[in-house]
């Protein structure tokens, strides 16, 4: 069974612009979790998705945005980019949510704003 | 809210010893999960070993046990018989039973294998 797969894995843009980050699942999953990864911040929860509905959304500004398709992908867009979005972005997929549902992570999109 | 705390960012052992990470957390709840991540070089989070609240049993896996602390809010990991491969940064992680899948992450702790 294929991984979490995500795309691209690298990037690079300037300030002001936007950028979309796709994430598939595992086949059969339903949720989806993105994260962003800085030295400074550490690991931070952005959104959650399950059934193409956020379930939940962490302290991130409206700049932030993420959507999930029927076929369970997910993309998440961050507009009007700033130095400080610069970081690893993971997504985590599982079969369900809550109780015991494992998460499994993706190898994350690197996203560098010059 | 929950927080996680790791309060070593460095640690190194000697391969074939035993390493103890730890990490402490807030939460005003009775029920919960929590777990450690191993982050290696590579970027991918990969699950190590994970614990439901209720349980007052240790849970172990292979190498990796944890010392499950409820009243102390620690949730400590041990790494056995160490191995090269174990190198990585290691993530604490806490799990609300009422908030979907979101994880609350302690700082991580870099851990070194010597050869």
């Known amino acids: 069974k294929a991984g979490v797969t995500q795309t691209p894995r690298y990037l690079i843009k300037t300030r002001g612009q936007q950028v979309t980050l796709s994430c598939s699942p595992i086949s059969g999953h339903r949720s989806v979790s993105w994260y962003q990864q800085t030295p400074g911040q550490g690991l931070q929860f952005l959104f959650e998705?399950?059934?193409?509905?956020?379930?939940n959304k962490g302290n991130f500004p409206g700049r932030f945005s993420g959507r999930q398709f029927s076929n369970s992908r997910s993309e998440m867009n961050v507009s009007t980019l700033e130095l400080g979005d610069s970081a690893l972005y993971l997504c985590?997929?599982?079969?369900?949510?809550?109780?015991?549902?494992?998460?499994?992570f993706g190898p994350g999109t690197r996203l560098t704003v010059l | 809210a929950q927080t996680v705390t790791q309060s070593q960012p460095e640690m190194s052992v000697q391969e074939a010893e035993t390493v103890t990470l730890s990490c402490t957390y807030d939460?005003?709840?009775?029920?919960?999960?929590l777990f450690w991540y191993k982050q290696p070089p590579s970027r991918q989070m990969i699950l190590v070993i994970r614990?439901?609240?209720?349980?007052?049993q240790n849970a172990t896996e292979n190498r990796f046990s944890v010392n499950f602390q409820k009243a102390a809010k620690s949730f400590s990991l041990k790494i056995s018989d160490s191995q090269l491969g174990d190198a990585a940064m290691y993530f604490c992680?806490?799990?609300?039973?009422?908030?979907?899948?979101?994880?609350?992450f302690g700082g991580g702790t870099r851990l070194m294998v010597k050869p």
């Open positions: 985590a997929s599982s079969l369900g949510v809550g109780s015991y549902n494992e998460q499994f």
């Open positions: 939460t005003s709840e009775s029920d919960y999960y």
């Open positions: 992680a806490y799990r609300s039973v009422n908030a979907g899948n979101m994880l609350t």
């Open positions: 614990q439901e609240a209720y349980k007052q």
């Open positions: 998705y399950f059934s193409e509905t956020q379930r």
